[in-house]
C-alpha cells in the first residue's frame, strides 16, 4: 500500500480517536461565532488580509466586549476585495472548512451575498444544543478556556479552566515596565482577563508599586488569589527580548527608582525579578497547578512575529531546572525552535510541549513539528492538540487541519516501517488524549 493510501485509512481511524482541546478562548453560553466576522476575521485571517494589502490589522474589539454591529459591517466590507489574494493560506482554508462543513455554504464571499451568509451564522449564534453537537462530531471530550471566560457556567459540563492574568514575562510594542503595570493591574483584586496584546493606552491601575515590599505583596496577593482547585493551569507568555537573569534586591529597588525613564535594562530587572518570585511561591502548590506559557511570538505594532533567540532557550532550561517542584509546558510559535526543546524536555522531567501555537499552526509546519517530537520525546510529554480557538467553528477548522497533519506524519511511519497502523493509532490517542490528563489532570467528559 503508498503512502496516500495510509494517510486516507489514518484520517478515517483518527476521527474516531478521542480529544481533549487545551486550550482554548470559548466563552461559556456563547460557544459560538456571533457573526460572519467571528468567522471571517479571526486575528489569523486578519494578518492574512493585513498582508494582502486590507487597511486594518488590528482584532476587532475584543472580550468582554463584542463588535459593535457596524463594526462587525465595515470590517467585513473591508475585507472583502482581499478575499481571493488570500485564497490559497491554510487560515482560508480553515475559512472554508466552516462555512462549508457547518453551514452549507458553497459560494465565494461577495459584496452581494456577505448579508445572507452572515444571516445564517447569526441564526445558530446561540443554539448551544448545536454547539454542543460540533463538539461531540469532532469527539472532544473536553475542552480548556480561560476562567474569566466561564461566564455563568453554562458550560461547565464541556469546560476545565485556566488562568490568564497577569504577564509579567509578555512584553508590548514600545514598553518597558509592563512587568510592574501587568502586577498592579492584578494588585487587590479578582483574577479577570489579561490585557490584550497591542493594548495601547493603559488604563490606571487602583495601586502603584514604588518599592520592593509592594512587589513582594503584589506577587503574595496574585499566588494567592489563584483559584486553586477550579483551574489546571496557569498561563503566561516568555519573551525572548527579555534577559532572564537573578536580580538582587539592590538592583531591583535602584530599577524601581528609574521606573520614569524605563528602558531595555529596566525591562529586564523589573520581569526577571517579578517572575522569578511568583515561580519561588507558585512551585509550592507545585501539585496543583501547571505553568504554561507561550514562546515565540514577539510583538509587532498589531500582532506578533515569530523570533527566539538561543539565549533565551538556554535560560528558559536555567529556570525550569531552578523549580524542579513545579510543572511547565511551553506553546511554541518558532518551528525552528522546536528541535531545542524537545531537547531540554528529553531532559527536564518537569517541562512537557504542547500543540502548535499562533505561527506554528500551518501545515507544512505543524507537520515538521509532529514528526520533530514523535521521534524524540514519549508521548507522556506531549500534548498533540490545542485550537486556541474564539468560537466552536474555528475549533471545528483547526481540529480538521490538526488530524489531516497527523494523519499524513503517521502514515510516513507506517510507509516506512517504523509503526504498524495500530501503533499509529496508539500514539494518537495518547498525544491526543491520554497525555493531557496525565500532564494537566484533565478529566474527560463520558
Known amino acids: 500500500m503508498n503512502t496516500a493510501n495510509w494517510v486516507a485509512e489514518l484520517e478515517q481511524a483518527l476521527a474516531e480517536v478521542p480529544v481533549l482541546d487545551i486550550p482554548t478562548h470559548l466563552v461559556g453560553g456563547k460557544l459560538g461565532a456571533r457573526g460572519l466576522h467571528d468567522v471571517l476575521l479571526y486575528h489569523m485571517v486578519v494578518s492574512d488580509l493585513y498582508a494582502a494589502g486590507c487597511p486594518s490589522g488590528g482584532r476587532l474589539t475584543q472580550y468582554p466586549d463584542w463588535p459593535t454591529p457596524a463594526e462587525a459591517r465595515a470590517r467585513i466590507e473591508e475585507s472583502l476585495p482581499f478575499l481571493g489574494a488570500i485564497r490559497n493560506t491554510s487560515s482560508a482554508w480553515g475559512v472554508r472548512l466552516i462555512l462549508t462543513d457547518l453551514y452549507g455554504w458553497r459560494e465565494p464571499v461577495t459584496t452581494e451575498n456577505w448579508r445572507r451568509l452572515d444571516a445564517l451564522v447569526r441564526e445558530r449564534a446561540d443554539d448551544r444544543q448545536w454547539h454542543h453537537d460540533i463538539l461531540d462530531r469532532l469527539n472532544i471530550r473536553r475542552t480548556g478556556t480561560e476562567i474569566a471566560r466561564r461566564g455563568a457556567g453554562e458550560d461547565d459540563e464541556r469546560f476545565q479552566y485556566a488562568l490568564e492574568w497577569g504577564f509579567f514575562t509578555r512584553c508590548q510594542w514600545g514598553e518597558f515596565d509592563t512587568a510592574l503595570y501587568e502586577l498592579e493591574r492584578c494588585w487587590g483584586r479578582r483574577p479577570e482577563s489579561p490585557s490584550p496584546i497591542g493594548a495601547g493606552a493603559r488604563p490606571p ?242
Open 205 to 446: 491601575t487602583e495601586r502603584t508599586i514604588r518599592s520592593l515590599d509592594d512587589v513582594r505583596a503584589a506577587v503574595a496577593h496574585y499566588v494567592k488569589s489563584i483559584p486553586y482547585g477550579q483551574v489546571l493551569a496557569t498561563a503566561t507568555h516568555l519573551s525572548t527580548d527579555i534577559d532572564y537573569r537573578s536580580v538582587t534586591d539592590a538592583e531591583m529597588a535602584q530599577a524601581l527608582a528609574r521606573r520614569d525613564q524605563a528602558g531595555p535594562l529596566e525591562r529586564d530587572l523589573y520581569a526577571s525579578y517579578v517572575n522569578e518570585l511568583f515561580l519561588t511561591e507558585l512551585e509550592k502548590h507545585g501539585e496543583e497547578i501547571v505553568f504554561q506559557f507561550s514562546f515565540a511570538a514577539e510583538p509587532l505594532p498589531f500582532e506578533t512575529g515569530s523570533r527566539v533567540t538561543q539565549r533565551t532557550i538556554a535560560q528558559l532550561a536555567e529556570m525550569i531546572g531552578r523549580h524542579p517542584r513545579l510543572r511547565f509546558q511551553c506553546f511554541l510559535a518558532s518551528r525552528h525552535a522546536n528541535q531545542s526543546l524537545c531537547t531540554l524536555a528529553r531532559e527536564l522531567p518537569n517541562f512537557s510541549l504542547a500543540g502548535y501555537w499562533w505561527h506554528n499552526f500551518f501545515p507544512t509546519i505543524m507537520r515538521g513539528v509532529m514528526a520533530e517530537r514523535l521521534d524524540m520525546l514519549p508521548v507522556n510529554k506531549q500534548v498533540g492538540f490545542f485550537s486556541d480557538a474564539y468560537s466552536i467553528e474555528w475549533t471545528y477548522a483547526k481540529a480538521i487541519l490538526v488530524r489531516k497533519q497527523l494523519a499524513r506524519v503517521l502514515a510516513e511511519r507506517v510507509a516506512q516501517g517504523q509503526y504498524s497502523v495500530p501503533d499509529a493509532v496508539a500514539v494518537a490517542r495518547a498525544v491526543l488524549f491520554e497525555s493531557p490528563q496525565r500532564l494537566l489532570g484533565m478529566v474527560p467528559r463520558s
